[in-house]
């Protein structure tokens, strides 16, 4: 492992840290609990909105609701989990038990009745309420796994360098847990099986295959997951003090250099748009709903191929590349710095994507120049969101330290469940802008069932439908919103205090503190 690189006092104890197999133990369940959260961000809005035909409100407001909730249920349990002390330590036994409830509560939250089934008020409630309660219940149950798995990797060393090094490949790996978002592309390839094999028609083979499709995905993410908690090690040093939940929620707002991360994080809430939106854009928008149009007269569509590819590596690449490189610039630029230059500069390519697809009136298939400006856009803005994501989880990690520091006590769960709640109360807010968005160009329940009918027909192509204003909509949703919000996150920052002199400073002399209680 590397070393700091960090000036430390001559009688500080040697770093603890990690060993090569409990990193990779670790990052191979962070893989696993991304591909599940994947499923649920990328999958499941989908499913209810395009294959079981939920209502775009209701989807909305199911969302919100539960974020709202996890306002409350985050910080709760990260006070849980920084007053739990067992043989295994604080955040571990969370991680050995909590993988098994979150893989069935995933699967719960996909079998659910078809709304445009039944004509009933009240199985239109209970449909809704089936999705209402086991969303919330995934997301309780995801919290509970969720805050020790980030909060453990300020346990794992007390290096700052490697603590840096396996915050970066966590959240490079996070992106590699993109793939449950193929739930979306792999329920749609598996559905002509249905209608074949047993005689369903188009909706219902849909659903059956995304129920199965779901379940694979899962139990195969759960598996992985699990290895977190076999694997890591708690090393540092555990302080005996404890705050009460009440000290801890108030803890959470007079630490200035979290607090101002916790509200540029909820400025930034619309950033998630693009993983609640994109998968169904690309499924209509490229392949009118239906992944056989990839054929047409028994050719393959190369170009429609090619053009998709290009979009994919616009988008993947600059997430990863910028994920990786940008803990090797704080050491240059410094992590404030790059923080607010990633916020203000990713707003513009974010604008652009919208302003690219005015351009080309539409049609970006009409030309591959529009494509590839396209691709060139998404993955400057990519790269900004994915560091952004790197930098604040070592941004908290470092509040870790303050904390300690001025009060002698690690409040990692606590802090790290500012980060769940982040990521989820985007979710909630990028949910209910989405539900107004497609609320006012209809694009909810039975006009969606009537556009996959047409489509199937061949009547149009997606990006005609509605005069093209669901197409317009998906593409101002991944655009102008998250702009905004990418914008408005740099203003709290401003005076973020903690620089990485003070930090280095602060962690150097919680190094000797450590020693010297060890020679007591």
């Not at 199911?62 to 604080?90: C, E, L, Q, Y």
């Not at 990797?153 to 007390?158: A, G, P, V, Y």
């Not at 129920?211 to 890591?232: E, K, P, R």
Request: glycine residues 8%; hydrophobic residues 50%; positive net charge.
């Amino acid at each position: 492992m590397s070393k700091s690189k960090n000036s430390v006092p001559a009688n500080a104890i040697k770093h603890n840290t990690y060993t090569g197999k409990e990193l990779t133990g670790y990052l191979v369940g962070l893989a696993g609990q991304n591909i599940i959260y994947n499923i649920i961000a990328g999958g499941l809005q989908y499913y209810w909105q395009s294959i079981i035909f939920l209502p775009a409100m209701a989807i909305s407001i199911i969302f919100f609701i539960a974020r709202v909730w996890d306002a409350i249920n985050d910080p709760m349990m990260g006070s849980i989990v920084d007053h739990t002390r067992s043989k295994w330590g604080k955040c571990r036994p969370y991680l050995m038990f909590v993988p098994l409830p979150v893989g069935i509560i995933t699967i719960l939250t996909f079998c659910n009745g078809t709304y445009t089934d039944y004509s009933t008020t009240g199985m239109h409630v209970l449909i809704i309420a089936w999705a209402a309660i086991s969303y919330i219940l995934w997301g309780m149950t995801y919290t509970i796994g969720d805050i020790p798995l980030w909060g453990v990797t300020s346990l794992m060393t007390d290096d700052e360098g490697d603590r840096a090094k396996a915050l970066s490949l966590a959240r490079i790996v996070a992106n590699v847990g993109a793939i449950g978002m193929l739930i979306t592309f792999a329920g749609k390839a598996l559905s002509p099986m249905f209608q074949e094999k047993k005689g369903m028609d188009v909706l219902h083979a849909d659903k059956a295959s995304y129920i199965i499709i779901a379940v694979v995905l899962t139990v195969f993410a759960t598996v992985l997951f699990q290895f977190a908690g076999v694997s890591v090690r708690e090393r540092v040093q555990q302080s005996e003090k404890k705050y009460t939940m009440k000290e801890n929620f108030k803890i959470m707002f007079s630490n200035d250099p979290f607090r101002r991360l916790l509200i540029s994080g909820v400025l930034r809430s619309p950033i998630q748009l693009l993983s609640i939106v994109g998968l169904t854009l690309v499924m209509y928008y490229f392949f009118d709903n239906n992944l056989a149009n990839l054929v047409v007269d028994g050719q393959l569509q190369i170009l429609k191929i090619v053009q998709l590819l290009v979009m994919a590596i616009g988008l993947l690449g600059g997430m990863i590349i910028g994920t990786a490189v940008t803990p090797k610039l704080t050491g240059k630029f410094g992590k404030k710095q790059l923080y607010n230059f990633y916020s203000v500069a990713g707003a513009v390519p974010f604008f652009l994507i919208f302003a690219v697809y005015k351009l080309a009136d539409g049609n970006l298939m009409k030309s591959m120049g529009y494509v590839i400006l396209m691709a060139v856009m998404m993955f400057a803005a990519s790269w900004a969101m994915g560091s952004i994501n790197i930098l604040q989880s070592i941004m908290i990690a470092d509040c870790v330290d303050y904390e300690e520091y001025k009060n002698g006590v690690r409040t990692d769960g606590v802090f790290f469940s500012g980060q769940s709640f982040i990521t989820k109360l985007s979710m909630g807010v990028s949910s209910l802008i989405s539900g107004f968005i497609y609320s006012a160009v209809h694009y909810t329940d039975k006009y969606i069932e009537t556009l996959n009918a047409d489509l199937a027909a061949g009547k149009y192509h997606f990006f005609e439908a509605n005069d093209g204003k669901y197409a317009m909509a998906m593409f101002l949703l991944i655009s102008v919103p998250p702009a905004i919000g990418m914008f408005l996150s740099a203003i709290p920052t401003i005076k973020y205090s903690l620089t990485d002199q003070e930090h280095t400073r602060i962690l150097n002399e919680l190094i000797e503190r450590r020693a010297a209680k060890d020679k007591e």
